[in-house]
């Protein structure tokens, strides 16, 4: 059975950081894509980071760029998003994704909350 399990969100206060990490099983990570996206309230869900399968290249949203990285660990199957300088519009409800060709499995997310 296929699963992604994030963990790490939680409330930080502006300018501070957070590891998320994304555990998946039941599947062959290592060949999958892996990418981070965020739901904010109201709004739709975004990409914010991809990595492909053996970690040789990244990209990242505009709005992330300097700020946030994401790694992976394939001898554990999992998936990494370094936040760093976190800001209030960073808050949203994180997904873990992973892609191949046809077949895309998804996490059930974690909150992340930038507040004083």
């Known amino acids: 059975q296929v699963h992604l399990v994030e963990s790490g969100g939680g409330l930080v206060q502006p300018g501070g950081s957070l590891r998320l990490s994304c555990a998946a099983s039941?599947?062959?990570?290592?060949?999958?894509?892996g990418r981070w996206y965020r739901q904010a309230p109201g709004k739709e869900r975004e990409l914010v980071a991809a990595?492909?399968?053996?970690?040789?290249?990244?990209n990242y949203a505009d709005s992330v760029k300097g700020r946030f990285t994401i790694s992976r660990d394939n001898a554990k199957n999992t998936v990494y998003l370094q936040m760093n300088s976190l800001k209030p519009e960073d808050t949203a409800v994180y997904y873990c994704?992973?892609?191949?060709?046809?077949?895309?499995?998804w996490g059930q997310g974690t909150l992340v909350t930038v507040s004083e």
């Open positions: 039941g599947f062959t990570f290592s060949s999958f894509a």
């Open positions: 994704n992973a892609l191949r060709l046809m077949f895309e499995y």
């Open positions: 990595i492909t399968s053996v970690g040789d290249s990244t």
